[in-house]
């Protein structure tokens, strides 16, 4: 295949080679387990990435031999392979993969795949983070996942503005689990962290709408809805705090 490249101010046309596809390779290995990710690399066409396969091994057994791609998808076209590691994320002494994978595009979306070998033929679980991702972090001696709830963005201003509270995520039982309650102290830092952005884009007399959304969730998932509300009814339009609140009670932070 060869691209055809144009002079805006004068036609004349020459051929340029496009770049021969690659193979990618990524690889995890938790003692016995080792992981492999394979796909094809397509540097000037679209998509650039197909043929996403991974092939799991126990030993010498072969557990997982597929290609990747999403849940009710007919094929990975147009995934992006991200990071692969193992990881105990449901604390039952035996490792889990955990596959990043990005759908492209300017806002979404980062997906986590994860296969869970406690079962036979192993699991495979998927979570779609929108657009925050997830990365693991050890809370508490465990491993979660941080995140953020992408639900927030655009929903009252443009996605630059646009806050997005904190979400964290534990796995057990085949599923992925919301216990960011569970964690007050990340919530409330959290919580400071908009209000200071808000502080700061008020000065400037920007949009704080996103910011003042993200602040007052946070602290309604610490149980002070009441208290955030009557903040909100002094610094923010009535009609955007009714909004607001019945996007929150929808949403299950009133609870």
């Given at each position: 295949?060869r691209?055809?490249?144009c002079g805006?101010?004068?036609?004349?046309?020459?051929a340029?080679?496009?770049?021969?596809?690659?193979?990618?390779?990524?690889?995890a290995?938790?003692g016995?387990?080792h992981?492999d990710?394979t796909?094809?690399?397509h540097p000037?066409?679209f998509?650039?990435?197909?043929k996403?396969?991974?092939t799991?091994r126990?030993?010498?057994?072969v557990?997982?031999d597929r290609?990747?791609?999403?849940r009710g998808?007919l094929n990975?076209?147009?995934?992006q392979?991200?990071?692969l590691a193992?990881?105990d994320l449901d604390?039952?002494g035996?490792?889990?993969?955990?596959?990043?994978?990005f759908?492209g595009?300017?806002?979404?979306?980062f997906?986590?795949?994860?296969?869970?070998f406690?079962t036979?033929?192993?699991?495979t679980?998927e979570?779609d983070?929108?657009d925050p991702?997830a990365r693991?972090?050890?809370l508490g001696?465990r491993l979660v996942?941080?995140?953020?709830?992408d639900?927030?963005?655009?929903?009252?201003t443009?996605y630059?503005a646009?806050?997005l509270p904190?979400?964290?995520?534990?796995?057990?039982?085949?599923?992925?689990h919301?216990?960011?309650r569970?964690y007050?102290a990340?919530?409330a830092?959290?919580a400071?962290?908009?209000?200071s952005?808000?502080v700061q884009?008020?000065r400037?007399?920007?949009?704080?709408r996103?910011?003042?959304?993200?602040?007052?969730?946070d602290?309604?998932?610490?149980g002070?809805?009441?208290?955030?509300?009557?903040t909100?009814?002094?610094i923010?339009p009535?009609?955007?705090?009714r909004?607001?609140?019945r996007f929150?009670a929808?949403r299950?932070?009133?609870r």
């Amino acid at each position: 295949m060869r691209l055809l490249v144009c002079g805006v101010l004068a036609a004349v046309c020459f051929a340029v080679p496009a770049a021969a596809a690659g193979i990618g390779h990524s690889s995890a290995t938790a003692g016995a387990w080792h992981a492999d990710l394979t796909w094809a690399e397509h540097p000037n066409s679209f998509p650039r990435y197909t043929k996403l396969h991974l092939t799991v091994r126990d030993g010498g057994r072969v557990v997982v031999d597929r290609p990747v791609r999403l849940r009710g998808q007919l094929n990975g076209i147009g995934l992006q392979p991200g990071g692969l590691a193992f990881r105990d994320l449901d604390g039952d002494g035996s490792d889990d993969l955990l596959l990043d994978l990005f759908t492209g595009g300017a806002h979404c979306c980062f997906v986590e795949q994860l296969i869970d070998f406690s079962t036979t033929p192993p699991r495979t679980v998927e979570k779609d983070f929108g657009d925050p991702g997830a990365r693991v972090a050890r809370l508490g001696g465990r491993l979660v996942l941080l995140s953020a709830d992408d639900t927030f963005a655009y929903r009252f201003t443009a996605y630059v503005a646009s806050g997005l509270p904190i979400q964290i995520w534990t796995y057990h039982g085949g599923r992925f689990h919301d216990v960011t309650r569970a964690y007050p102290a990340r919530i409330a830092r959290d919580a400071r962290s908009w209000w200071s952005a808000y502080v700061q884009e008020r000065r400037r007399h920007g949009d704080v709408r996103g910011l003042l959304a993200a602040w007052a969730a946070d602290r309604a998932l610490l149980g002070q809805a009441a208290v955030a509300r009557t903040t909100l009814a002094r610094i923010a339009p009535a009609a955007y705090v009714r909004e607001l609140w019945r996007f929150l009670a929808n949403r299950g932070y009133l609870r």
